[in-house]
C-alpha cells in the first residue's frame, strides 16, 4: 500500500497525503518541498559526478551502456527542509514490508522500463491474447 508509512519509512504519497490532510498544507506548498527534496538529490550527484566519471572510465563504461541503483535518504525537519542523511551505493532491494514490497516493485517495474525491457503483465496479457483469438481467430503479433 502505497499510502502507508512504517515508522521513519514513508512513501511519497504517504507523505504528500499526510501534509495536505493532516498539516493542512496548499498542493503549491507540497509542491515546493517537493522540489527542494529533488534540489538536494540533484545537488548531491552533481558534487559525486566527477567522480563517478572517474570510476567509469577505469572500468571503461560509458554513460549509454551502464546504470546503478543508488538509495537516497532524506529527513525533513520540523520547518520541512530536506536534509541529506546518507546515500547507499548499494541499497537493501529485498522486501520486508508491505511498503517494501509497493515500493521497490514499482523501483524495478521503472528500471526495467528504463532500459528498454518492460515487464509484462503475464495475466492480462494472456487474457488479451485469449480475447482476440476469440474475435478474430488469429494470434496477435
Not at 507540497?30 to 522540489?35: F, G, I, L, R, S
Not at 540533484?42 to 559526478?49: G, K
Not at 541503483?69 to 551505493?89: F, M, Q, R, Y
Amino acid at each position: 500500500d502505497m499510502e502507508a508509512c512504517t515508522g521513519s519509512k514513508w512513501s511519497l504519497v504517504a507523505l504528500w497525503k499526510y501534509l495536505m490532510e493532516e498539516k493542512g498544507m496548499a498542493q503549491e506548498q507540497v509542491e515546493k518541498v517537493w522540489a527542494e527534496m529533488k534540489s538536494v538529490v540533484l545537488r548531491t550527484f552533481m558534487a559525486a559526478e566527477s567522480h563517478i566519471n572517474i570510476q567509469m572510465g577505469l572500468l571503461n563504461l560509458q554513460r549509454n551502456n551502464c546504470f546503478e541503483i543508488w538509495g537516497v535518504d532524506i529527513l525533513l525537519d520540523s520547518a520541512l527542509k530536506p536534509w541529506l542523511v546518507e546515500v547507499n551505493t548499494c541499497p537493501d532491494l529485498s522486501a520486508s514490508s508491505p511498503l517494501d514490497r509497493a515500493i521497490k516493485g514499482a523501483l524495478f517495474s521503472d528500471t526495467f522500463t528504463l532500459i528498454g525491457c518492460p515487464l509484462v503483465n503475464r495475466v492480462a496479457r494472456v487474457a488479451t491474447m485469449k480475447e482476440h483469438l476469440k474475435h478474430e481467430g488469429t494470434p496477435l503479433a
